[in-house]
């Protein structure tokens, strides 16, 4: 190729753009927000029947992660479960008062979801549901690995 | 785009300096791969976990009154299920009642055997227990546990419901 021919050449970076783009939509569609409250180093029990939960109200589930030491992460931060889940209980509260929800029987319409390592020995688990328990939490779904995960 | 800027160059040739929004592009690609975490394929187990029962309050062979005000669901029993932990968190023993069903650790001829006794007791006999609670030693890992709970929510009520209800205990209390 001779040097005056390509000194005049200019890419043509209109399809590269177009990929670029494209692959960007890409990744902007499958992003997960919820995967920022998740400790995604616990491992998981695996439970074959385990299902995804289908929660349709308003308000965002509860979501507390048990380390193996029975340290509960919320949002990537160690936190004191106690403080933590009276804050939230109390943030609820307020909501459901300000869209005129009264509480029944003073018990939270809204689901904890616990993700707790499979090595999480019974008391720390316990611990954890009856602090949210006190604070008026019933509901509560047990996170598992529906398979194995494959490395 | 392409065809706007085709039809652009035509008329007054003016060229769209596409490398600035290239980089851009780039940027924001890098961006979103760096961050990119594919969700787990997680499931749940749904309960309905109210305060448990004192046990020493337990006759699991009467009708109890249970909850705060006892009127909804008064009349109904509730079925105990005692695990027993080794020291390395795994089942050592499994009861039904004072009924041992599982002894040793919870293999899969102890899951089928815990199934087996279960179905007897809600299918077979469709004796009306509306509640679980599990009286477990503090010990036990939760992988265990969810073995359990896996196998108290396959349990079908008189109604056709899943069971929902179950509740935990410390068997050290």
Known sequence: MSAHSSEGAEPNLTPILDLVFQLITFFMLVINFKGASMDLTLKLPVLGSARPLKWEG?????????????????????VDVEQHVLREARLLKLQLESIGKPLKN????????????????????????EVCQKQGYIQFSLSAMTSEEVH | MRRHSRRHRKSSSVD??????????????AFFILTFR??????????????PIPVTNVKSDKPQTMGGDGSDISGLEKLDLYINANSLGEVSQIKVGMRPVVQGRLDASGIAALKRHMKEIFEIQQIPFDRIQLIVDDRLHYEELMKVVDICTQQVLPDGQKMQRISFVSATR
């Open chain 1, 106 to 129: 003073n018990e939270l319409p809204v689901p904890v979801i616990i993700r707790a390592d499979r090595g999480v020995p019974f008391r720390e688990l316990n611990h954890v549901i």
């Open chain 2, 38 to 51: 594919p969700a787990p394929i997680e499931g749940q187990l749904a309960m309905h976990l109210p305060p």
């Open chain 2, 16 to 29: 769209l300096n596409l490398a600035a929004m290239l980089d851009m592009a780039f940027q924001l690609l």
């Open chain 1, 58 to 78: 308003k308000m965002e589930p509860l979501l507390l992660n048990i380390n193996r030491e029975g340290k509960v992460h919320a949002y990537g931060q160690s």
